[in-house]
């Protein structure tokens, strides 16, 4: 049932397989021998995994391992001000408009008031701002619920209900059917035979085949109740927390012996519990360390095209208001040197130097055509892009009723991005779509069955002449131009769809023997045997050359 547990995993000289039995300590050591192991967690002790500390700068040191709290926001109480106006100063628009007010606010070259684009402008900035805050609190909200999730955790002598944020490193975990995997832990033991554990990763990777776990056979037959979990001892020797989703490397040394681990031992956190009562598991990375979390990385910026076709736009008309100016700054320069020289007895009245004048002038016509770039534009995007928001969360042909989803605005930033597709990767039929067959029609000696519409030809066309279909009968299935075995031949044969139903029952035994009959090899030979004799009886009965 689904993939192997080591998919896409690179292949190590000496792999272990879960479940097997124990070899020797000195051959598991030279097996990971090659392997740089540098986390270290022992189950049930909490006061050993604190010890652990990292260097961080000089004397300043941090614990280890991280805590099982999730935060994915961008701002907290007191970062939301510094940043958000960090933020929005990447947009051109802002700074353009500040470097006008800036302007504006020196009374030489002034020729509007400052308030005049210095109130819009502290409009737009706190529009935006607002946007951001609600946001970021869906964000917040998200990470409470998420970290709030119940689990239970081995506390003493017994299983205690907690929360996904009590968990840390060494804790022992159960967890049920149909249970999300709070952290990235190793497999202990479960109710199924062997301890084998089936899980969902489609939060991960977006398969919905289920995955199997296996835990060692060691803790399967030792750890068979809660009391012998609670003097379990085993320490994890293994790789530091990386990004790697089907690969992993380790050791447990218990009882003075060592055992491999690998990805098939893992149970990754994201994960979802599938047809499994009831299983343990050791939790190894915890909070940012797991490698889903891993994967995530930093929090970026997000731009849209248009943002970013926006700042293009003000760069360039931004550039050609300066050359305006300077054209006419240079223009007024011109002027008024021939004015000082036709009237020379107004010369008491222009104290500054020409090149002073032009160069005054020049601020001030770029004052002037500042409204080239008008700031209400951006103003009523912001409110587009609000509007947008609620009513795709009003939308009824976006809500899902099997489910029970609605169509929700994540981000208000965004909207211009739904729906458009730039790559397209896909490995295999059902990634994007669902792998429903559904029939349309289909053509049995030339007549067409099903209610399918069919497409007509037009009259004429080289499609149609190349397929030989008459002109009248543009809409009407090409006759086929293989010969067809002769109709009184048999009984069989004179039923034209036979040929056709035969090829969709092979089609049909093949997929339900690779499903069923494979692993069942005495029906696959019994089906197989009857299907030939049934074949070859009715071949001969009905005379077929």
Known sequence: MGHSPGRGAPQRRHRAQPGRAP????TQEQGLGEEAFTWEVQANNRAYNVQFKEKVFLCWQKKKYKTNVIRTAKY????FLPLNLYEQLHRVSNLYFLLIIILQSIPDISTLPWFSLGAPMVCLVFIRATRDLVDDIGRHKSDRTINNRPCQILMGKSFKRKKWQNLCVGDVVCLHKDNIVPADMLLLAST???SL????TVDIDGETNLKFRQALMV????????KKMASFQGTVTCEAPNSRLHHFVGCLEWNDKKYSLDIGNLLLRGCRIRN???CYGMVIYAGFDTKIMKNCGKIHLKRTKLDLLMNKLVVVIFISVVLICLVLAFSFGFSVKEFKGQHYYLSGLHESSVAAEAFFIFWGFLILLSVTIPMSMFILSEFIYLGNSVFINWDVQMYYQPQDVPAKARSTSLNDHLGQVEYIFSDKTGTLTQNILTFNKCCINGRIYGVAPTPELPAGSSISKGLGVPENQSHVWPQAQHPRP???QGTVARWPGFFFFRGVWLCLF???ETEFCSRCPGWSAVVRSRLTATSASRVDSSALA
């Open 510 to 512: 093949s997929l339900f």
């Open 76 to 79: 907290n109480f007191f970062s």
């Open 486 to 488: 002769n109709q009184n």
């Open 192 to 194: 199924e035979p062997s």
């Open 197 to 200: 554990c089936y899980v969902e």
């Open 276 to 278: 499994t009562d009831t």
């Open 23 to 26: 070899r020797a300590a000195g």
């Open 219 to 226: 803790t399967h037959k030792e750890l068979t109740s809660v």
